[in-house]
Nanobody, 119 residues
Framework: QVQLVESGGGVVQPGGSLRLSCAAS????????MSWYRQAPGKERELVAA????????NYADSVKGRFTISRDNPKNTVYLQMNSLKPEDTAVYFC????????????WGQGTQVTVSS
């Protein structure tokens, strides 16, 4: 059973930083593209950042470019999201996503971690 467990969320003041982690259970993590999504109350889930299996192809939502950094540690089966210069509009539940191809697409989601940016 594949499990993705996020951690690192919390309450932070505007301008502050948080680092989210997503630890994956034993599966083909090194072959998986990993992404972070977020969903604010009353809004649709949106892609925040994505990194391919090799860690060389990285993409960010325009709203977080220059502030957030996605990275991965394949030996530790973990993906990270470093969030700096946080704004109130970054408040959301953040979800980890894993996707890989093995004759068909496999996709998994974590349970989410709450990030609240408030003074």
């Amino acid at each position: 059973q594949v499990q993705l467990v996020e951690s690192g969320g919390g309450v932070v003041q505007p301008g502050g930083s948080l680092r989210l982690s997503c630890a994956a259970s034993e599966f083909t993590f090194s072959r998986s593209a990993m992404s972070w999504y977020r969903q604010a109350p009353g809004k649709e889930r949106e892609l925040v950042a994505a990194i391919n299996s090799a860690g060389r192809d990285i993409n960010y939502a325009d709203s977080v470019k220059g502030r957030f950094t996605i990275s991965r540690d394949n030996p530790k089966n973990t993906v990270y999201l470093q969030m700096n210069s946080l704004k109130p509009e970054d408040t959301a539940v953040y979800f980890c996503n894993a996707k890989y191809w093995a004759l068909r697409w496999y996709e998994y989601w974590g349970q989410g971690t709450q990030v609240t940016v408030s003074s």
